[in-house]
């Protein structure tokens, strides 16, 4: 079986399935906020825009309006993503500088009468009186979903960077993140995807780790921990690579591939 | 009736899936009173943020934030007060009927389809109406005052019958009248009476922001209605675009209060030019876009609003899920 799995990977290597790149410049028209890290009631957004966000914002994949039952605890990505022939990167910031922002929001009900109770918006004013007995009602308990916190987001303004692989036609605008905040695409520069052979080479891109191919050694690399799959920056691999204007990155990135 | 130039990009019944119908709303949003807008609790600045002036006018200056949920959260509202009037709210968990924010959505309603819900724990709708932060024309520097409140004692003085003085005496920002923000709102696959539903919640809204009860009044006006496959530039641009208009034309002083007539017309001949970019298909000019308020308004008249929210509310039915009688039974992993 392991014979069989790296002769195929073998088949694998030789030239990239897809021949052109575009580098592209992300500016972000409005605070991009992602739950990246969620620390009691502040929700923290790395610096960083996932792929996955990325290629369903693009349109290349489209996820339901509504999601019921099972639905709601299973992602697609695989379904989705694994068949497409074009790829994109995970976007890193331009010189690593990026300036973020907080924000407070609170969540308050239609009602006209309504108190704030442990993290929860309370309607029920019947409920009053017994909680006054020193009993709390049911309706005055914590709440399992954020109505109060503090969002820490990528500033208005910040500019990414990425590669996005294949001969595909790019929007002017899209929307990411869990308020869809508009962010502007500009191609920097297309360039021809050169194959470079098996050997150690440093790679600058941010990269996810569920795409990278099998067949590639790590050297080092820092990893930022966020869902729904981690991202690599700083990788030094040995392996064979795609070089794409002044970026190197290990050849055959594909979605869902590990 | 200009909304049927807009057919090719409505949806003829709401679907489950995306399928790249966009229309896009530009909306100049008047403030009529004072107003607040802040992001940080009581007592903090008004929100504001810096950014470059216009496309070529580069200087930074700060400009006043008008964000995402500050207008949606208000439009909502508005429309969800004929939903419950008419009494097409439905029943969430239980006795309770459909409320935003305490985790029981009746995940039936008009509002619960066309603007969203996540926190169903059975499912999760996304929102078909896309907002963007609204931005003032002119930096916050100009637009923003300072009220001091005092609360006095009934006996009209600030200190009580024994003598003690009160601490109910503040001073807080707000932004003055007059202040113009420029918004784009983009609908995504909605169908006709959607449509005239959200604009309809967009026309009628006349509060945002903090103590809505006593300020925060204003004025939105439809300047522009888009049908496409893409988004319209982003309202920053918008407004950027129609800072460096308006300095450029002779008689307009950048000062506060801006005359609305030469805001509007800037508005109108940027996004008069709009129409040739990528994925922009069709523009409804001004008597089409006053056709379309004009048959919001119809459809939201005393006459006509139980019926076209009925008509609207039925065309959901085939997609209810009506939640299995009694589930008792706690969910896993909570």
Redesign the interface.
């Known amino acids: 079986m392991s014979h069989l799995k790296s002769d195929l990977a073998e088949k694998k290597v030789t030239f990239p399935t897809c021949k052109k790149a575009q580098i592209i410049e992300l500016w972000c028209a409005e605070p991009v906020f992602f739950a990246s890290r969620e620390l009691s009631d502040t929700y923290y957004t790395e610096g960083v825009i996932g792929n996955y966000a990325l290629a369903y914002a693009l349109g290349w994949a489209y996820s339901p309006y509504r999601l019921t039952g099972t639905a709601t605890t299973k992602p697609t990505y695989i379904e989705d993503l694994s068949d497409l022939d074009c790829y994109i990167l995970p976007a890193w910031a331009i010189d690593n500088h990026i300036s973020y922002r907080f924000e407070r929001f609170n969540a308050l009900s239609d009602a006209y009468w309504f108190a704030m109770s442990n993290n929860r918006v309370v309607i029920n004013r019947e409920d009053l009186p017994l909680k006054r007995t020193g009993k709390k009602p049911s309706s005055y308990r914590p709440s399992n979903f954020p109505q109060t916190g503090r969002l820490k987001m990528i500033e208005r303004g910040n500019l990414f960077e990425t590669i996005v692989f294949g001969e595909v036609e790019l929007p002017e605008y899209i929307r990411v993140g869990k308020f869809k905040s508009k962010v502007k695409i500009t191609v920097k520069k297309e360039s021809l995807i050169e194959y470079l052979p098996t050997a150690k080479y440093p790679c600058k891109t941010y990269l996810n780790s569920a795409d990278l191919p099998e067949n590639i050694s790590y050297f080092s690399f820092d990893i930022l921990a966020i869902p729904p799959v981690s991202i690599l920056k700083n990788l030094q691999f040995e392996g064979e690579a795609w070089r794409i204007d002044d970026f190197i990155v290990p050849a055959n990135l594909k979605f869902c591939q590990s | 009736m200009s909304i049927e130039k807009l057919s090719s990009f409505l949806a003829s019944t709401y679907?489950?899936?995306?399928k790249?119908r966009t229309i896009s709303l530009v909306v100049l949003r008047t403030t009529q009173s004072e107003t607040i807008f802040r992001?940080?609790?009581s007592g903090e600045p008004m929100s504001s943020?810096f950014?470059q002036a216009g496309l070529e006018n580069t200087e930074i200056i700060p400009r006043l934030v008008m964000?995402?949920?500050k207008q949606i959260?208000p439009e909502r509202?508005k429309g969800?007060e004929f939903l419950r009037q008419y009494n097409l709210l439905y029943n969430a968990k239980g006795d309770t009927i459909c409320?935003?924010?305490?985790?029981a959505p009746c995940e039936m309603c008009i509002d619960c389809f066309l603007y969203?819900f996540?926190?169903g724990g059975?499912?999760?709708?996304?929102?078909?109406v896309?907002t963007?932060?609204a931005f003032s024309i002119l930096p916050s520097t100009e637009l923003i005052g300072d009220r001091t409140i005092n609360a006095l004692y009934e006996n009209g003085t600030m200190r009580d019958e024994t003598g003690k003085a009160s601490t109910a005496l503040n001073t807080s920002e707000y932004i003055k009248p007059s202040v113009h923000f420029l918004d784009i709102v983009t609908l995504k696959?909605v169908t006709a009476d959607e449509l005239r539903y959200a604009v309809g919640n967009i026309l009628l809204t006349t509060r945002y922001g903090a103590v809505s009860s006593r300020v925060g009044r204003m004025d939105n006006e439809i300047l522009g209605v888009f049908g496409g496959f893409?988004?319209?530039?982003?309202?920053?641009?918008l407004v950027q675009q129609v800072f460096d208009l308006l300095s450029k034309t002779d008689n307009v002083t950048l000062e506060h209060p801006l005359q609305k007539d030469s805001v509007v017309n800037a508005v109108k001949s940027i996004i008069n030019q709009w129409t040739n970019?990528?994925?922009i298909s069709v523009q409804l000019n001004e008597e089409e876009l006053n056709n379309l308020v004009a048959d919001i308004d119809t459809n939201w008249s005393m006459e006509k609003q139980e019926e076209f929210l009925a008509r609207l509310n039925k065309t959901y039915e085939s997609?209810r899920?009506i939640p299995a009688e009694n589930t008792s039974k706690k969910s896993k992993g909570?």
């Open positions: 679907e489950n899936f995306p790249g992001t940080e609790g943020e950014v964000t995402k949920r959260a509202r969800r409320s935003l924010n305490t985790n969203g996540a926190a059975e499912g999760a709708q996304k929102s078909r896309w963007e932060d696959d893409a988004e319209l530039p982003s309202s920053l641009e970019k990528r994925g997609y899920q909570k």
